[in-house]
């Protein structure tokens, strides 16, 4: 009882069970690469962050405690955090990129499944400028235009540049104008350019018919006209008629110089001064302590007032030895010079009374003045002005007047970027002189002040211009030809160059057609086509003895010529033809040349020599030789043997031409007409001659074939060649030789065989018809 009514108490035990957590997953990075990028030069504490994480639930366990880099020796570190710094300063030109292999560890130190990979590039310090651009760009000549920065763009390393100027120049400080040394002549140029009629070149290359500039220094080159050195010892002076200009209506004076630092005495550039006694200077262009000095004195009928006489250029391009373009416009009493196509004002100008009247007659001088002919130290240098064409570019913004620079502006860096993408070099030239054009680029960047706020470095470049081919020129036609006496006596005379023709060739490399699989053995086959352009110089030459003008001379229409704006300059030496035209122009021209000698009775024959260039003498064409022969006419001989016999013919000899021993005789009246009867005696003849020659080889055979004979029989030879056996009998119908002429005129050749001496001849078989046999039919053999 007592245990039934006890009472019973149940307790109850919190009992905690700790499970440890066990390192099962290891630590994955959340990217799978990480990139980046620093400029050298540079230390950076923190590059890039690098984050594993870890799918394990204790923090002992799922927390990232520890990275590190595997890729040894390389110049990063890494700390716990993932953060990659750089240990040293890091260099472009040493590596462009660094490739790091990165791991992890959770804080169990289980390692990362798998490491990432970490790319750092280096970018090299920033430097505003232009980038995309080869220094070197290749020009081919006849392809057009070329685009010179077709990638180019400009770098502002984030600058806050507000606008940019950029400026392209083509550096043209070589000899000559423009983007290449254009090489036709001073008058070629006038006349493409279409300069007035009555210009005037005071510096001709030397010629025959200038001949004043002939012991000048020269360069002596071809790729231009020839460039002249004054230095103080040589002066030319100018001959009178050259210069026709007056001096109260406008001219200009145009003169390419290069001068270097100037000195206290006077430079004379042109002088014009008195001949005799006063030596007074009409007009004279000079220099003087760097200055440009034109001197221009009144025609004294104009009164004796004051009036500008001394015009004064003070400019920096007379003495910075390099090569500029002086134009001097003069329009009184307004002067203005023009250098390199940028006009200048005279600053100061000085008048002064018009000179007192006078009949002296002035002597123009380049170099020097008349009067101090020993002249100063100079060091001026001339050269005609050329022209070529040099830009082709979008958008137009601004171009100097010499074509030679071109500059962009803008608010938009990238619109200038494109318009300088769009700036081409354009050569119009067929064939323009090989070599190098100097390109520089030069930029100002401004920022919000209005202010240069970025130094952009210049850039300097060139344009390669290749070989072009260059054209061969050929000269072809009649080259040898007779006439009659009468045909050179008459007025017309006879033409040179009746049929010449003149043509241009270049030679160009063709590769071979094929797929690409062809045979590599296979060479490129060279292909000749013939092209058209200019030329600016013929010239014909007498071969041998020079004209007598006074009874001999080379002519053509003046008209004609001048009609085509060609100048024709001839001496006893022959005739030159210039100017600048096309190839069917001269041939036009040449045609027209005709040579006359009204006293032909002591001549024989006559020689020329053509030879044509263009570009001032840098492609020349071969040398065309013509040779002309005169046939002479004999006076009828009556024979009484045949006077009865034979009826006379009138016959005008000097129209009718043959083919005599391979020369081309020219028929200019194909339908003369030779009577019958002549004709079949000249035939008869003729055959009989034939029959008598071959009758005369059979003689000769038979004495040899004796000969042989004596000697197999034993017989003494009592001479080694029978005179006797070679009997023949020629002509034996009293064949007379018309002219001994015909043998230097028609064949004039002498043949020497076994010692021997063989002279051809040409005679009349008919001497009752000599006269009119002589026109239509001659015989030509060799006699001993």
Same mark, same amino acid.
């Given at each position: 009882?007592?245990?039934?009514l006890?009472k019973?108490f149940i307790?109850?035990?919190?009992v905690?069970?700790?499970?440890n957590d066990?390192n099962?997953y290891s630590?994955?990075?959340?990217?799978k690469s990480?990139k980046?990028?620093?400029?050298?030069?540079?230390?950076?504490?923190?590059?890039?962050?690098?984050?594993?994480?870890?799918?394990d639930?204790?923090p002992?366990?799922s927390?990232?405690?520890?990275y590190e880099?595997?890729t040894?020796?390389?110049?990063?570190?890494?700390d716990k955090?993932?953060y990659?710094?750089n240990?040293?300063?890091?260099?472009?030109?040493?590596?462009?990129?660094?490739?790091?292999t990165?791991t992890?560890?959770d804080?169990g130190?289980k390692?990362?499944?798998e490491?990432?990979?970490v790319k750092?590039?280096?970018?090299?310090t920033c430097?505003?400028g232009?980038q995309?651009w080869s220094?070197?760009i290749e020009?081919?000549p006849g392809?057009g235009s070329l685009?010179?920065?077709?990638?180019m763009r400009?770098?502002?390393c984030?600058e806050?540049?507000?606008?940019?100027?950029?400026t392209?120049?083509?550096?043209?400080n070589h000899i000559?104008?423009g983007?290449?040394?254009?090489t036709?002549s001073?008058?070629?140029i006038?006349?493409?350019c279409g300069?007035?009629s009555?210009?005037a070149?005071?510096l001709?290359s030397?010629?025959s018919?200038a001949?004043w500039t002939?012991?000048l220094?020269?360069d002596?080159g071809h790729?231009?006209?020839?460039?002249?050195?004054?230095?103080?010892?040589?002066?030319v002076?100018?001959?009178d008629?050259?210069?026709?200009?007056?001096?109260k209506e406008p001219?200009?004076?145009?003169?390419w110089?290069?001068?270097?630092?100037g000195t206290?005495e006077?430079e004379?550039i042109?002088c014009?001064s008195?001949k005799?006694?006063?030596n007074?200077?009409?007009?004279t262009?000079?220099?003087?302590n760097?200055?440009l000095?034109f001197?221009?004195?009144?025609?004294?009928?104009e009164?004796?007032t004051?009036k500008?006489a001394?015009f004064?250029?003070k400019?920096?391009q007379?003495?910075d030895k390099e090569?500029?373009?002086?134009?001097l416009?003069?329009?009184?009493?307004?002067v203005?010079?023009?250098v390199?196509?940028?006009s200048?004002d005279p600053f100061p100008v000085?008048?002064?009374?018009?000179?007192?009247?006078?009949?002296?007659e002035t002597?123009?001088?380049?170099?020097?003045c008349?009067?101090?002919?020993?002249?100063?130290?100079?060091?001026?240098?001339?050269?005609?002005?050329?022209?070529?064409?040099?830009?082709?570019?979008f958008?137009?913004i601004?171009?100097?007047?010499?074509?030679?620079?071109?500059?962009i502006?803008g608010?938009?860096i990238d619109?200038?970027?494109?318009?300088?993408q769009?700036i081409?070099y354009?050569n119009?030239?067929?064939f323009?002189t090989?070599g190098?054009?100097?390109?520089?680029?030069?930029?100002?960047?401004?920022?919000?002040?209005?202010e240069p706020?970025?130094?952009i470095?210049s850039v300097e470049?060139y344009v390669?211009v290749?070989?072009?081919e260059?054209?061969k020129?050929?000269?072809?036609g009649?080259n040898?030809f007779a006439r009659?006496?009468?045909?050179f006596?008459?007025?017309e005379?006879?033409s040179?160059f009746?049929e010449?023709?003149?043509i241009?060739?270049i030679?160009?490399e063709?590769e071979?057609?094929g797929?690409?699989d062809e045979d590599?053995t296979v060479?490129?086959?060279?292909?000749?086509?013939?092209i058209? *352009?200019?030329l600016?110089?013929?010239? /014909?030459t007498?071969? %041998?003895?020079e =004209?007598?003008?006074?009874?001999e001379?080379l002519? @053509?229409d003046m008209?004609r010529?001048?009609?085509k704006?060609i100048?024709?300059?001839?001496?006893?030496?022959g005739?030159?033809i210039?100017?600048v035209?096309?190839?069917a122009s001269?041939?036009e021209?040449?045609?027209?040349?005709r040579y006359?000698n009204?006293?032909?009775?002591s001549?024989?024959?006559?020689?020329?020599?053509?030879?044509?260039s263009e570009?001032?003498g840098?492609?020349?064409?071969?040398?065309?030789k013509?040779e002309?022969?005169?046939i002479?006419?004999?006076?009828?001989?009556?024979h009484?043997?045949?006077?009865?016999a034979?009826p006379?013919f009138v *016959?005008?000899?000097h129209?009718?031409? /043959?083919?005599?021993? %391979?020369?081309? =005789?020219a028929n200019?009246?194909?339908?003369?007409? @030779?009577?019958?009867t002549?004709?079949?005696?000249?035939?008869?003849?003729?055959?009989?001659?034939?029959?008598m020659i071959?009758?005369g080889v059979?003689?000769?055979r038979a004495?040899?074939?004796r000969?042989?004979?004596?000697?197999?029989t034993g017989?003494?030879?009592?001479m080694?060649w029978d005179?006797s056996?070679?009997?023949i009998t020629?002509?034996?119908?009293?064949?007379?030789?018309?002219?001994?002429h015909f043998?230097?005129?028609?064949?004039g050749?002498?043949h020497?065989v076994d010692?021997?001496?063989?002279?051809l001849?040409?005679a009349?078989t008919?001497?009752?018809?000599?006269?009119?046999?002589?026109?239509?039919?001659?015989v030509?053999w060799?006699?001993?």
């Open positions: 009882k007592q245990c039934l006890q019973c307790s109850r035990a919190t905690h069970i700790q499970v066990v099962e630590p994955v990075f959340k990217e990480y980046a990028t620093v400029i050298e030069g540079k230390r950076y504490d923190n590059i890039l962050k690098v984050e594993a994480v870890d799918a639930c204790s002992q366990f927390q990232i405690c520890n880099i595997v040894p020796d390389v110049p990063f570190a890494i955090d993932g990659i710094k240990t040293e300063k890091l260099s472009y030109g040493k590596e462009h990129q660094y490739k790091l990165v992890a560890y804080c130190k390692r990362a499944a490491d990432v990979l750092i590039s280096i970018k090299p430097k505003p232009w995309g220094k070197r020009y081919e392809t685009a010179l920065f077709p990638s400009l770098e502002t984030d806050p540049i507000t606008s940019i100027q950029a392209v120049e083509l550096e043209t000559g104008k983007c290449d040394r254009d036709y001073e008058k070629s006038h006349r493409l300069a007035a009555g210009t070149e005071l001709p030397p010629s018919a001949n002939i012991g220094p020269t002596n790729d231009s006209d020839q460039v002249f050195e004054f230095n103080g010892t040589q002066a002076k100018i001959p008629g050259v210069v026709t200009v007056n001096l001219f200009m004076i145009s003169v110089m290069r001068h270097g630092p206290k006077k004379t042109l014009n008195d005799t006694d006063m007074r200077h009409h007009y262009l000079y220099l003087h760097c200055r000095v001197l221009f004195r009144q025609d004294p009928s009164g004796k004051y500008p001394e004064h250029w400019l920096n007379v003495c090569w500029h373009h002086y134009v416009n003069v329009e009184f009493p307004a203005t010079l023009y390199d196509g940028v200048y000085t008048e002064d009374y018009p000179l007192h009247p006078s009949k002296i002597q123009l001088v380049v170099g020097a008349w009067q101090e002919y020993t002249g100063n130290e100079n060091d001026n240098e001339t050269l005609p002005e050329t022209s070529a064409g040099c830009w082709s570019f958008p137009t601004h171009m100097n007047p010499s074509q030679s620079a071109v500059t502006e608010d938009d619109r200038v970027d494109k318009a300088m769009h081409s354009l119009s030239r067929q323009p090989p190098i054009r100097r390109l520089k680029i030069t930029s100002t960047a401004k920022c919000f002040n209005e706020c970025v130094s470095p470049g390669m290749l070989q072009p260059e054209p020129i050929s000269l072809s009649i040898h009659s006496a009468s045909e006596e008459s007025s005379g006879i040179l009746p010449l023709r003149i241009s060739t030679t160009r063709v071979p057609d797929d690409g590599p060479q490129e086959s060279l292909v000749s086509e013939e058209m *352009h200019n600016d110089t013929c010239e /014909v007498v071969v %041998g003895e =004209l007598n003008q006074d009874q001379s002519e @053509v008209t010529l001048q009609q704006g100048e024709m300059s001839s001496s006893n030496l005739m030159i210039t100017g035209d096309t190839m001269y041939e021209v040449l045609h027209l040349i006359r009204w006293h032909s009775v001549l024989f024959d006559r020689k020329f020599k053509l030879v044509c570009l001032n840098r492609y020349v064409s071969n040398e065309f013509v002309v022969n005169v002479h006419t004999a006076n009828p001989i009556e009484a043997n045949h006077i009865a034979q006379q *016959h005008p000899v129209h009718t031409f /043959v083919d005599l021993s %391979g020369h081309n =005789l200019p009246h194909p339908f003369s007409v @030779v009577p019958s002549a004709t079949v005696v000249i035939v008869v003849c003729v055959s009989f001659l034939v029959f071959i009758l059979f003689r000769i004495a040899h074939q000969t042989m004979r004596d000697q197999d017989k003494e030879n009592e080694d005179d056996a070679l009997t020629v002509n034996p119908m009293e064949v007379r030789l018309v002219s001994q043998t230097k005129n028609l064949l050749e002498e020497y010692g021997g001496q063989i002279r001849w040409c009349v008919a001497p009752a018809y000599s006269e009119a046999a002589c026109g239509t039919a001659m030509c060799r006699c001993w």
